[in-house]
């Protein structure tokens, strides 16, 4: 019978032996599995580490999708497998209560899937720094974008490239913080539409020419500004990552997505001229626009207004427990596919060309939920549902 654990009954090194200090000698299975358990304990909040298993076989020279066929069972078809609490308990020695701090899946009762995403990816390398073999994958919140410990951007599902440290930028990690207030106030379903809601919206405003909307010329300074030391100019090829420039956005949308998810200002926002007036004062201060009004044309808030404010917020396209893959550790390997390599590489060759930073972000897939909706006209091509996305067909068209 495979054992990861050793002999239970051989006796334990002390902490001056070679044994205890050679890492390929340790009890590795109760390290890694602690290790694992203290990193969802940390900054990084509810984050789930997805890399327990083939970390403890690259330890102990294991076959990693060998040691998942030992640990699963098929369910709810034989092509499909989900891991088995005690299997797992009796090859690691762990009891299945701190199996499941490491393995989300384990949860009983399970955990609400929606409020995570679907991708397993690596998080901030200060919190990972410590556990030994190789990459921590983790399902991560919708809502955690930084690790607010370490300052450092996690951003959203990307290809795996390192984010920014973000010491020159508190407001980033501050926005974090509001981030996780809102998420608290009106619940994960709520804030994740308002939030990709709000990144949809600065990511118009920033692909606008300021002499076509001068009430956004100071934001779109700072968010030029923030996108020029992520990603300097002349040094696209290695620091380029769609992640970052939702960095650069991240802070005002933050601040716009808690008046898009409190259902007081999404009623104001549904109704009449009176209440209209209050909600657009309001978030035109939020956006350094005083003298903002809904345009019928290029206003991706006028277009919220009218055809999404009244109604429920929208839902992740798939969760983690639904999406083919990412399961078994062999799966790991392919969480950047070649698709996801080619639409890097065609928004490098866009932004390096053109430094448009808003057309980047409005076509990741990040925003797909906001752009089209159950609701939304439908569009043969992707870019026209991204123009339908800031315009209106009645409430704000000038009169004729």
């Known amino acids: 019978m495979l054992s990861v654990t050793g002999s239970p009954s051989a006796p334990r090194p002390s902490r001056t032996s070679p044994r205890a200090l050679a890492p390929s000698a340790r009890p590795l299975t109760l390290r890694a599995d602690a290790t694992a358990h203290a990193a969802d304990r940390g900054p990084t909040g509810t984050a789930r580490n997805r890399r327990l298993l083939p970390r403890l076989a690259t330890l102990h020279g294991l076959d990693g999708d060998e040691l998942w066929k030992r640990v699963s069972v098929p369910t709810p078809s034989p092509a499909r497998r989900t891991i088995d609490a005690h299997q797992l308990s ?21 955990p609400v899937w929606e409020a995570f995403r679907h991708i397993p990816r690596i998080g901030c ?8 073999g190789g990459p921590v994958f983790r399902i991560f919140p919708h809502h955690r974008y930084v690790c607010t410990r370490h300052q450092y951007w996690i951003g959203p599902p990307d290809i795996n490239h390192p984010g920014p440290r973000l010491e020159i930028f508190p407001d980033i990690v501050a926005a974090q913080r509001r981030h996780l207030r809102l998420v608290r106030r009106h619940g994960p379903a709520a804030a994740y539409d308002a939030v990709l809601t709000a990144f949809m919206i600065c990511a118009h405003l920033w692909d606008q020419n300021p002499d076509d909307n001068p009430g956004m010329a100071l934001n779109q300074a700072v968010w030029n500004v923030r996108a020029f030391v992520f990603i300097p100019k002349n040094t696209e090829q290695e620091t380029f990552s769609a992640s970052r420039l939702f960095a650069a956005i991240y802070p005002e949308a933050i601040s716009i997505a808690a008046l898009l998810c409190s259902p007081t200002w999404r009623r104001l926002a549904a109704g009449d001229d009176e209440q209209l007036s209050r909600f657009t004062t309001e978030i035109g201060w939020r956006l350094c626009d005083p003298l903002y009004q809904p345009r019928g044309e290029r206003d991706p808030i006028a277009h919220w207004i009218e055809q999404d404010c009244w109604r ?3 839902p992740p396209p798939t969760t ?5 893959g990412h399961r078994r550790p062999g799966h790991l390997d392919t969480t950047v596919t070649r698709a996801n390599r080619e639409r890097h590489d065609k928004a490098l060759l866009w932004f390096s060309r053109k430094r448009r930073p808003g057309h980047v972000i409005l076509h990741h897939r990040t925003v797909h939920p906001v752009v089209i909706r159950e609701w939304s006209t439908p569009m043969e091509r992707f870019a026209s549902a991204i123009w339908q996305s800031q315009r209106t067909t009645h409430r704000f068209k000038p009169s004729t």
């Open 125 to 132: 390398p200060r919190c990972d720094a410590r556990h030994p």
């Open 90 to 110: 009796a090859l690691t020695g762990r009891p299945p209560g701190d199996l499941a701090g490491a393995l989300l899946e384990l949860r009983d009762p399970p």
């Open 312 to 314: 429920p917020p929208s």
């Open 320 to 324: 983690f427990a639904t999406a083919p």
